[in-house]
Each structure stands twice: as C-alpha cells, then as structure tokens.
Nanobody, 118 residues
Framework: QVQLVESGGGLVQAGGSLRLSCTVS????????MAWFRQAPGKQRELVAAISSGGSSNYADSVKGRFTISRDNAKKTVYLQMNSLKPEDTAVYYCAAKSVLAGQYPYWGQGTQVTVSA
C-alpha cells in the first residue's frame, strides 16, 4: 500500500517561509516523479512544482524564484521550500507521485494547509 504523508504546513505572515515535506512508503521512491499541487478555496487544483526521478524540476510561473522543490532518495522524501510567501499562496498543498512513464499522478497525500496572512 502506497502512502504519502505531508507535513510542514501552517500559518505564516506574508514574506515569510515554510518548508513542506512529503515522505513516501510502500513504493520505490527513487524511480518516481514527484510533485506538489495546491488547491485554494473555490479554485481548481494546480501544479506548483515537479521533480523527476533524475532531479529535473519545473515550476508554475506564479512561484518561480520563490519556491524550490528537492528530493532526498535515501529518506524517500520530497521537499518544497517556500520563500517570500504571499497571501495568494494560501491553499491546501498536496504531494503526489507517479512512475516515470505514467501520464498522471495516481498517488496522493492527504494535504497540508498553508495560510499566509497579509
């Protein structure tokens, strides 16, 4: 059984930083592509950042230069470092995993709330 467990969310003032973590169990981690998505109230879920099994990353335009995705294969953990946070970053953040050849992400965490106050 595959489990993704996120942590690190919370309440922060605008301009502050948070680091989200997602630990994967029940699946080989190093061969998986990983991603962070977010969903704000009344909005569709959107891709925030993704990192391939080989370490290549990509970001949504809205977070480029502020967020950094990274992975530690030995710890089976993916991170999202979020700096210069804005109120519009407020959302539930979800970690997701897929195999390299898969088109979509079938494995999801339960989500962690990030709230940025003005």
């Amino acid at each position: 059984q595959v489990q993704l467990v996120e942590s690190g969310g919370g309440l922060v003032q605008a301009g502050g930083s948070l680091r989200l973590s997602c630990t994967v169990s029940g699946r080989t981690f190093s061969t998986n592509d990983m991603a962070w998505f977010r969903q704000a109230p009344g909005k569709q879920r959107e891709l925030v950042a993704a990192i391939s099994s080989g370490g290549s990353s990509n970001y949504a335009d809205s977070v480029k230069g502020r967020f950094t995705i990274s992975r530690d294969n030995a710890k089976k953990t993916v991170y999202l470092q979020m700096n210069s946070l804005k109120p519009e970053d407020t959302a539930v953040y979800y970690c997701a995993a897929k195999s390299v050849l898969a088109g979509q992400y079938p494995y999801w965490g339960q989500g962690t709330q990030v709230t940025v106050s003005a």
